[in-house]
């Protein structure tokens, strides 16, 4: 497990690598935890949950499989609040996991040869939805100096946890590959690329991706220009 620590003292603990990162966020009182993994992980997260301390609210960052195959477990575990984007509230509690529009190349070609056969492999159990939010959600009422941020583009609902406008836990928004962070998935780019943008005006300096390595804001912000660079250029050549 890897700890990153704000100004502010919050600690912010990366509990599962792998499939699916799972991160734990540690206040004076009460601890949060975002996203719950994938269904196979299970048994470690509680293992280890159980160790570093029960999450009294869980703050999902979309509801896809790989994001919410726990949240049974964890609620029926824990008792915990469970927050979710209102665009996403029906399949938090249905359990249904849409799968998203590819991106690049390859990943538009597998959407393509059968995205429709695919949904009822990944249905998990669902929670019912404590907390909904619409742009933004405060985290002072848990004593946190953090809030929620929606960031669609993987999803309609993707959000990301903001802690002391200094690390923000990003979910599928980026990913932390060592060729690119664009995702390979996602329903909406051009909303993408304007959720970057308002990630970046948070100021935070490390990002957190629920796949793969942490992006530094450096990394980010060249990425960001390439992207949007490229954008304008195909924008252009389409109005010729």
């Known amino acids: 497990m890897k700890t990153w620590v704000t100004s502010g003292g919050y600690e912010i603990t990366r509990i599962l690598f792998g499939r699916s990162n799972v991160f734990s966020v540690a206040g004076r009182s009460l601890r949060l935890l975002v996203d719950t993994g994938w269904s196979g992980d299970g048994t470690r997260l ?14 999902m ?10 949240a049974a477990r964890i609620k029926e575990r824990f008792s915990a609040v469970f927050i979710v984007h209102e665009t996403e509230k029906e399949f938090l509690e249905s359990g249904d996991s849409p799968i998203p529009h590819g991106t690049i190349a390859w990943s538009r070609l597998l959407y393509n040869l059968g995205a429709e056969h695919v949904p009822q492999w990944f249905h998990v159990s669902g929670v ?3 907390i ?16 929620i941020l929606h960031t669609p583009g993987h999803s309609a609902g993707s959000s990301s946890v903001v802690v002391e406008n200094e690390i923000a836990i990003a979910g599928d928004l980026l990913a932390g590959m060592p060729v690119s962070i664009y995702p390979a998935w996602g329903d909406d780019p051009p909303a993408i690329v304007r959720s970057w943008k308002k990630l970046l005006d948070t100021g935070c300096h490390i990002f957190l991706p629920a796949h793969g390595l942490p992006v ?13 660079n490229l954008s304008d250029g195909f924008q252009r ?4």
């Open 46 to 59: 509680l293992k280890r949950l159980d160790r570093t301390g029960k999450p009294d609210a869980v703050i």
């Open 216 to 228: 530094s804001r450096l990394r980010f912000e060249r990425e960001y220009t390439k992207l949007v």
């Open 237 to 240: 050549k389409t109005l010729l």
């Open 61 to 70: 960052t979309h509801t896809h499989f790989d994001h919410a195959g726990n």
């Open 132 to 147: 909904v939010f619409r742009e933004r959600y405060d985290l002072s009422s848990f004593g946190f100096n953090a809030y």
């Open 128 to 130: 019912n939805a404590d």
